[in-house]
T-cell receptor, first 113, second 117 residues
Framework: DAGITQSPRHKVTETGTPVTLRCHQT?????MYWYRQDPGHGLRLIHY???????DKGEVSDGYSVSRSKTEDFLLTLESATSSQTSVYFC????????????FGQGTRLTVV | AQKITQTQPGMFVQEKEAVTLDCTYD???????LFWYKQPSSGEMIFLIY??????QNATEGRYSLNFQKARKSANLVISASQLGDSAMYFC??????????????FGTGTRLKVLA
């Protein structure tokens, strides 16, 4: 199994509070991704990183920011959580070269009340 | 723009029968990869199989095969001899280049498969 862990696994937070989710990998993969999973929408890309300090937006980036100061860590921050951000969040990693699969973390279930 | 379409929200199959899950994609790129993932009720994402756009033969992994029809832009997953443990959500995904030269994966909305005893 790829060494990728997400923390926390579950979180309940109040509307308007900041929240940070962490993704940690031990595989030294260049690419890291944050997705959210919602019924009927599949997995939608929020942000991704293609190297330390190199990030780009995905299709649903509004209300989210990311940071990657080390190869192994990719942080997703909800600056001011809203109920529409209640979701399951997945982190994924992949190699740079070739057609390779993405490996996923266990997911984080976030509830904004 | 890249897009993955899965038109079957849910499917049923009898145990030991074969089942095909549909996936169509849209891209203008020549080099890309197509992937299938399984998500059981426990929630983890399990990689099943992939096909590169330049691969001429359909990919197979055990009971899974990917029916790749490039001209039709389809990448259907075929599960042979279905088992009760195959009941899960299945996602089709594509990895392709962005305009900035990086790579990302996009996913379809998924198909929930239920295997009946």
């Amino acid at each position: 199994d790829a060494g990728i862990t997400q923390s926390p696994r579950h979180k309940v937070t109040e509307t308007g509070t900041p929240v940070t989710l962490r993704c940690h990998q031990t595989e030294n993969h260049r690419y890291m991704y944050w997705y959210r999973q919602d019924p009927g929408h599949g997995l939608r890309l929020i942000h991704y990183s293609y190297g330390v300090k190199d990030t780009d937006k995905g299709e649903v980036s509004d209300g989210y920011s990311v940071s990657r100061s080390k190869t192994e860590d990719f942080l997703l921050t909800l600056e001011s959580a809203t109920s529409s951000q209640t979701s399951v969040y997945f982190c994924a990693i992949s190699e740079y070269r070739g057609i390779t699969e993405a490996f996923f973390g266990q997911g984080t279930r976030l509830t904004v009340v | 723009a890249q897009k993955i379409t899965q038109t079957q929200p849910g499917m049923f199959v009898q145990e030991k029968e074969a089942v095909t899950l549909d996936c169509t994609y849209d891209t203008s790129d020549q080099s890309y990869g197509l992937f299938w993932y399984k998500q059981p009720s426990s929630g983890e994402m399990i990689f099943l199989i992939y096909q590169g756009s330049y691969d001429e033969q359909n990919a197979t992994e055990g009971r899974y095969s990917l029916n790749f029809q490039k001209a039709r832009k389809s990448a259907n997953l075929v599960i042979s001899a279905s088992q009760l443990g195959d009941s899960a959500m299945y996602f089709c995904a594509m990895r392709g280049p962005t305009t900035s030269g990086t790579y990302k994966y996009i996913f379809g909305t998924g198909t929930r498969l239920k295997v009946l005893a």
